[in-house]
């Protein structure tokens, strides 16, 4: 018989090596599954894990990719990880995201064509700023109504969704563009485009953004005492009222900071890698990057390692399609495989578990 | 045992019982036997493997060593199920009641093949009846009160008409008249032949109603005796095995008003909570206020109104004669006035955080621990090591989990952490519960030195024996109501239960 035993601790070793164990875990479960769909599971899981980087052909293409897909996903992650972690739940990412991306782009393209240092910079606290007041409804509805965040957050990410195809048709349509729904591109506007810093890398100002919130997140979360807080609000509500602590104050921080990180990378997103403001802007990077963020267990040097893997699977998973033909469907199953395993993995950390002989009753 | 009465055969026979957890004994050797219509008390500090045994005979727990008879057949209960089939029954210090539901739904419950709901109710009523123990099937658990409530938990043990009755700390939610009630109860239920093991430390209760008693010290049975033989005192250094530290402090005449409340009333925080009615109060420095009352009669309330959690009315709350109705409770801890909950997980520590955490919980402003908004880690480890080392903690160190200590290290850190604060106020509530003898008398002892540096400290507590010893005056809260405060030298039995007003529906229907 297995028994579990609860530890008194979790256990930091083995908090350390479950994402590795996930892992292989997955790359075992999804290996059986190319098998069983007729595809060579070891081609397959190179293709994946290794060829975006290290293969000679594909390399110079899907090297970059790596950091412009990972940017936003770590961007918006460690915004939610924070609130996450108070346990106030911005489901609503992608919608802060789209709006951030429109008020940012639309401050741009009012001071078309004037060049100024300062206009990508004010477009940047713009973008912020959509996602901040997008955040805001539904923390100023839970703290004044006591409404759910979950579901107002949630919700507003579809009429974000109808505002982007409304703006892109409408008020941000290119004047230039013969009657086609988008904006200007943003490539072909040098002061308020988002370019590479360093060619062929794929380093764009976004992911210095996701990396200055890395630290800043960490040194919130393990230094100071809003930090505390928000811990402190996650594990034990009434020990934090106790302390202190204001609930209001932290939905309507955690909201709007997590907000205004998912209308920066929407920003960054839309002035960069896509271009322009067009009706198939939301990639969906606002939801994902919730997986992203329990994946790096809400732990923001964790969801730095999260965020490259989630933008290697999606990258490999692209390639693997297009190279061996596996369906779509078979790759986004071994994307959930990867988050089940982990969180399934979970268990180690907080148990111990125990070979029993069973007993003779 | 050295008695020389005609060996009865015994109901319950344990023979060498042993059960060991990592790093622990919980049990070792322990054997004893329990006849039919006895009441047998089982007494012992915290920690000295009361629960383990009990868990054992209710078969929630399965021993590693050593046999149990039940009427001299082998008797290896596998789960509560088959422990209750054999006749075992028992009633919990935490009751497992569903609020929310009424009383017979929430029997039904715990019953393992109840009967139709009509028939239950009128069961239900004959039992209550037969017994002395006043319930209506059809009130809602969330309405009664914790004597009440622990009446549906007994009905239910009585329902299935054990042979013998387990209860694990009975009294501790109490009023002297309901304890007076569930004695006459136990002994009637004993004198018609139900053996009942009743578990406890409160030494009193136990010579008053036990014929036996087996003392158990670190897992091993040290001793047995006639409790009515021998005196409180000397059954509390039996259990504790050396000579008991009674709290000592030099009576104090109080000083200036420290804390004063005029007619405070709040309405809950939540649809279970008890509103506070009109409560005025005046505290002087270095006085100890003792408040008694049952639980669930606005004590945590009223604990919340001081500590800052809820806010009170404008001007109903005032510190050193300074309005501090509607500040928050870090401002509230800024000038003196400091607050322990009763809830050590969840309320007055979190669980998964370690000490070093939990010790910023309270003492960020008074201890300095943080500069410009930033922790200083490095002086609050300090902290932490400084309350483990004052109040005698055991923990290997303050980067462990506040879940990871006992109940009674975890309260001495909670005490701890405020008294060492040096607060010019100290309200707390229940700061001994569930806490062995000696680290009682321990933060009892702290709290007295705490006011005889000058500081106002209010107890609010459930254990009357402990208000008794260390409060200077004494009142009590009934359904929000606080009644007038009297010295508390002198008070009779009878005062401080009319003072507590628990008198409704208590008569017993002889």
């Given at each position: 018989?297995?028994?579990?035993?609860?530890?008194?601790s979790?256990?930091?070793?083995?908090?350390?090596?479950?994402?590795?164990?996930?892992v292989?875990?997955?790359?075992?479960?999804?290996?059986?599954?190319?098998?069983?769909?007729?595809?060579?599971?070891?081609?397959?899981?190179?293709t994946?894990?290794?060829?975006?980087?290290?293969?000679?052909?594909?390399?110079a293409?899907?090297?970059?990719?790596?950091?412009?897909?990972?940017?936003?996903?770590?961007?918006?992650?460690?915004?939610?990880?924070?609130?996450?972690?108070?346990g106030?739940?911005?489901?609503?990412a992608?919608?802060?995201?789209?709006?951030?991306?429109?008020?940012g782009?639309?401050?741009?393209?009012?001071?078309?064509p004037?060049?100024?240092?300062?206009?990508?910079?004010?477009m940047?606290?713009a973008?912020?700023?959509?996602?901040?007041?997008?955040?805001?409804?539904?923390?100023?509805?839970?703290?004044?109504?006591?409404?759910n965040?979950?579901?107002?957050?949630?919700?507003?990410?579809?009429?974000?969704?109808?505002m982007?195809?409304?703006?892109s048709?409408?008020?941000?349509?290119n004047?230039?563009?013969?009657?086609?729904?988008?904006?200007?591109?943003?490539?072909?506007?040098?002061?308020?485009?988002?370019?590479?810093i360093?060619a062929?890398t794929?380093?764009?100002?976004?992911?210095?953004?996701?990396?200055?919130?890395?630290?800043?997140?960490?040194?919130?979360l393990?230094?100071?005492?809003?930090?505390?807080?928000?811990?402190?609000?996650?594990?034990?509500?009434?020990?934090?009222?106790?302390?202190?602590v204001?609930?209001?104050?932290?939905?309507?921080?955690?909201?709007?900071?997590?907000?205004?990180?998912?209308?920066?990378?929407?920003?960054?997103?839309?002035?960069?890698?896509?271009?322009?403001?067009?009706?198939?802007?939301?990639?969906?990077?606002?939801?994902?990057?919730?997986?992203?963020?329990?994946?790096?267990?809400?732990?923001?040097?964790?969801i730095?390692?999260?965020?490259?893997?989630?933008?290697?699977?999606?990258?490999?998973?692209?390639?693997?399609?297009?190279?061996?033909?596996i369906?779509?469907?078979?790759?986004?199953?071994?994307?959930?495989?990867?988050?089940?395993?982990?969180?399934?993995?979970?268990?180690?950390?907080?148990?111990?578990?125990?070979?029993?002989?069973p007993?003779?009753? | 045992?050295?008695?020389?009465?005609?060996?009865?055969?015994?109901?319950l026979?344990?023979?060498?019982?042993?059960?060991?957890?990592?790093?622990?004994?919980?049990?070792?050797?322990v054997?004893?036997?329990?006849?039919?219509?006895?009441?047998?008390?089982?007494?012992?500090?915290?920690?000295?493997?009361?629960?383990?045994?009990?868990?054992?005979i209710?078969?929630?727990?399965?021993?590693?060593?050593?046999?149990?008879?039940?009427?001299?057949?082998?008797?290896?209960p596998?789960?509560?199920?088959?422990a209750?089939?054999?006749?075992?029954a028992?009633?919990?210090?935490?009751?497992?009641?569903?609020?929310?539901?009424?009383?017979?739904e929430?029997?039904?419950?715990?019953?393992?093949?109840?009967?139709?709901?009509?028939?239950?109710?009128?069961?239900?009523?004959?039992?209550?009846?037969?017994?002395?123990?006043?319930?209506?099937?059809?009130?809602?658990?969330?309405?009664?009160?914790?004597?009440?409530?622990?009446?549906?938990?007994?009905?239910?043990?009585?329902?299935?008409?054990?042979?013998l009755l387990?209860?694990?700390?009975?009294?501790?939610?109490?009023?002297?008249?309901?304890?007076?009630?569930?004695?006459?109860?136990?002994?009637?239920?004993?004198?018609e032949?139900?053996?009942?093991?009743y578990?406890?430390h409160?030494?009193?209760?136990?010579?008053?109603?036990?014929?036996?008693?087996?003392?158990?010290?670190?897992?091993?049975?040290?001793?047995?005796?006639?409790?009515?033989?021998?005196?409180a005192?000397?059954?509390?250094?039996?259990?504790?095995?050396?000579?008991?530290?009674?709290?000592?402090?030099?009576?104090?005449?109080?000083?200036a008003?420290?804390?004063?409340?005029?007619?405070?009333?709040?309405?809950?925080?939540?649809?279970?909570?008890?509103?506070?009615?009109?409560?005025?109060l005046?505290?002087?420095?270095?006085?100890?206020?003792?408040?008694?009352?049952?639980?669930?009669?606005?004590?945590?309330?009223?604990?919340?109104?001081?500590?800052?959690?809820?806010?009170?009315?404008?001007?109903?709350?005032?510190l050193?004669?300074?309005?501090?109705s509607?500040?928050?409770?870090?401002?509230?801890?800024a000038?003196?006035?400091?607050?322990?909950?009763?809830?050590?997980?969840?309320?007055?520590?979190?669980?998964?955080?370690?000490?070093?955490?939990?010790a910023?919980?309270?003492?960020?402003v008074?201890?300095?621990?943080?500069?410009?908004?930033f922790?200083?880690?490095?002086r609050?480890?300090?902290?932490?090591?400084?309350?483990?080392?004052a109040?005698?903690v055991?923990?290997?160190?303050?980067?462990?989990?506040?879940?990871?200590?006992?109940?009674?290290?975890?309260?001495?850190?909670?005490?701890?952490?405020?008294?060492?604060?040096?607060?010019?106020?100290?309200?707390?509530n229940?700061?001994?519960?569930?806490?062995?003898?000696?680290a009682?008398?321990?933060?009892?002892?702290?709290?007295?030195?705490?006011?005889?540096?000058?500081?106002?400290?209010?107890?609010?507590s459930?254990?009357?024996?402990?208000?008794?010893?260390?409060?200077?005056?004494?009142?009590?809260?009934?359904?929000?109501?606080?009644?007038?405060?009297?010295?508390?030298?002198g008070?009779s039995?009878?005062?401080?239960?009319?003072?507590?007003g628990?008198a409704?529906?208590?008569?017993?229907?002889a």
């Open positions: 018989m297995i028994v579990f035993e609860k530890r008194p979790p256990s930091r070793f083995w908090a350390a090596v479950t994402p590795v164990l996930a292989l875990a997955t790359m075992i479960a999804g290996g059986v599954m190319f098998w069983l769909l007729g595809k060579d599971p070891l081609v397959a899981i190179r994946i894990f290794w060829d975006p980087l290290f293969d000679p052909t594909f390399g293409y899907s090297r970059p990719q790596l950091l412009v897909k990972a940017g936003p996903l770590i961007l918006i992650a460690i915004g939610l990880s924070i609130g996450f972690r108070a106030i739940w911005n489901i609503g992608e919608g802060q995201y789209i709006i951030g991306a429109i008020v782009a639309g401050v741009g393209l009012a001071f078309y004037t060049e100024s240092r300062l206009i990508f910079p004010l940047v606290l973008g912020a700023f959509g996602g901040w007041l997008w955040a805001m409804i539904p923390a100023f509805l839970r703290v004044r109504f006591g409404t965040e979950i579901l107002v957050s949630l919700m507003l990410v579809y009429v974000a969704e109808a982007l195809a409304s703006v048709q409408g008020l941000l349509r004047p230039d563009g013969m009657g086609f729904p988008g904006s200007r591109n943003f490539k072909e506007y040098p002061a308020a485009h988002n370019g590479e360093i062929g794929g380093m764009h100002w976004g992911v210095v953004m996701a990396l200055i919130a890395v630290i800043f997140a960490y040194l919130l393990s230094r100071h005492m809003l930090g505390f807080q928000v811990r402190l609000s996650g594990e034990a509500p009434r020990a934090a009222r106790f302390s202190g204001k609930p209001a104050r932290l939905v309507l921080f955690c909201l709007g900071l997590s907000g205004a990180l998912a209308g920066m990378a929407g920003l960054f997103e839309v002035t960069g890698p896509a271009g322009q403001v067009s009706i198939d802007f939301g990639s969906g990077y606002g939801f994902t990057a919730i997986i992203v963020a329990f994946l790096g267990r809400l732990n923001p040097l964790g730095l390692l999260a965020g490259l893997l989630m933008a290697l699977t999606y990258i490999g998973g692209d390639l693997a399609s297009l190279m061996l033909g369906p779509a469907a078979a790759i986004q199953l071994f994307q959930g495989m990867l988050l089940f395993f982990l969180l399934a993995m979970d268990i180690f950390t907080n148990f111990r578990i125990r070979l029993k002989k007993e003779a009753a | 045992m050295s008695e020389t009465r005609a060996p009865e055969p015994a109901l026979g344990l023979e060498g019982l042993t059960k060991a957890y990592p790093g622990v004994v919980a049990n070792d050797d054997s004893f036997a329990i006849r039919p219509g006895e009441i047998h008390a089982l007494l012992g500090e915290n920690g000295a493997g009361k629960s383990t045994l009990v868990k054992m209710y078969g929630l727990v399965k021993p590693d060593r050593g046999r149990m008879t039940m009427r001299g057949a082998p008797f290896a596998a789960s509560p199920a088959a209750r089939a054999e006749g075992v028992m009633v919990f210090q935490h009751f497992s009641l569903f609020e929310a539901l009424n009383v017979a929430n029997i039904a419950l715990g019953m393992d093949r109840p009967p139709a709901p009509r028939e239950l109710a009128s069961r239900i009523r004959a039992v209550s009846a037969a017994y002395g123990l006043p319930l209506d099937p059809a009130r809602r658990v969330g309405d009664l009160s914790a004597g009440e409530r622990q009446r549906v938990e007994i009905v239910r043990c009585l329902l299935q008409d054990p042979k387990i209860m694990d700390e009975p009294t501790s939610v109490l009023t002297p008249q309901e304890v007076e009630i569930l004695f006459r109860t136990l002994r009637k239920l004993a004198g032949g139900t053996a009942i093991l578990i406890s409160k030494l009193e209760e136990i010579r008053a109603l036990c014929e036996h008693a087996t003392i158990l010290r670190l897992g091993r049975v040290v001793d047995t005796c006639d409790p009515r033989q021998k005196s005192r000397e059954l509390a250094e039996m259990m504790v095995g050396e000579e008991l530290h009674v709290p000592s402090r030099a009576p104090a005449t109080p000083g008003v420290a804390l004063e409340l005029c007619g405070l009333s709040m309405p809950p925080a939540s649809e279970f909570g008890t509103p506070l009615r009109d409560i005025s005046s505290l002087g420095k270095g006085e100890v206020l003792g408040i008694g009352g049952v639980a669930g009669n606005g004590q945590d309330e009223l604990l919340a109104a001081l500590s800052g959690e809820s806010l009170a009315p404008a001007g109903t709350i005032r050193a004669g300074r309005d501090i509607r500040l928050a409770p870090n401002q509230r801890r000038l003196g006035l400091l607050a322990a909950p009763e809830e050590r997980l969840g309320h007055a520590a979190a669980p998964d955080m370690s000490l070093t955490e939990n910023l919980l309270t003492g960020a008074r201890e300095r621990l943080t500069r410009r908004g922790i200083d880690w490095a609050t480890r300090d902290f932490a090591s400084r309350i483990i080392e109040f005698d055991r923990t290997p160190g303050p980067e462990n989990a506040a879940r990871s200590l006992s109940g009674g290290n975890l309260q001495k850190f909670v005490i701890g952490r405020e008294v060492l604060q040096a607060p010019e106020v100290l309200v707390v229940q700061p001994t519960w569930g806490v062995d003898a000696s009682a008398a321990a933060i009892r002892q702290a709290l007295l030195d705490l006011a005889g540096r000058g500081a106002a400290v209010v107890v609010i459930q254990d009357l024996d402990e208000l008794m010893e260390i409060s200077d005056r004494f009142t009590a809260l009934n359904e929000g109501r606080l009644a007038e405060p009297r010295p508390a030298r008070l039995v009878e005062e401080i239960g009319l003072m507590m628990g409704h529906d208590l008569e017993v229907s």
